[in-house]
């Protein structure tokens, strides 16, 4: 055996060990990636539930002291029956005025929860896609003789 045969022997092998590496690294940054862009969809989906979780609670104690106020006023009305009809109104729409915007708030911020999400996809497709082609580069340039 040459002493050229066996310092491409050498060679080679070298070659070899670094092509593992780093087809492991990609291996692990796709790993990584793919399990950043899980834990991001999901702390979104729990921001948006926890949003509408809000908005629900807000909505509903929202409702329930607009009646207390409304049998309350009415309770006392009295001769003024007529008064307390337009207070238990106002608060009623003050109520609804208030669902309303409670939900249109929820609702923002889930679709804000949304679009995090979907980038977070986005990116981590792109991630995948660069290392896929980094490996297929890679691997390309292994038959090759330069």
Known sequence: MTKFSKVLGLFLIAFAAITFVACEAANKAVDATQEAATN??????????????????????????????????GD??????????????????????????????AKNVAEGAKGMAKDAVKATGDAVEGAGKKMKDAAGHEGHNH
Request: aromatic fraction near 0%; proline fraction near 0%.
């Open 40 to 73: 991001a969809a999901e702390a979104a989906g729990d921001v948006a539930g926890d949003a509408v979780d809000a908005a629900g609670n807000a909505a509903g104690a929202a409702t329930e002291a607009a009646g207390n106020a409304a049998g309350a006023v």
């Open 76 to 105: 006392a009305a009295g001769n003024a029956v007529d008064a307390a009809g337009d207070a238990a109104k106002a608060a009623g729409n003050a109520a609804a005025n208030a669902a309303d915007a409670t939900v249109e708030g």
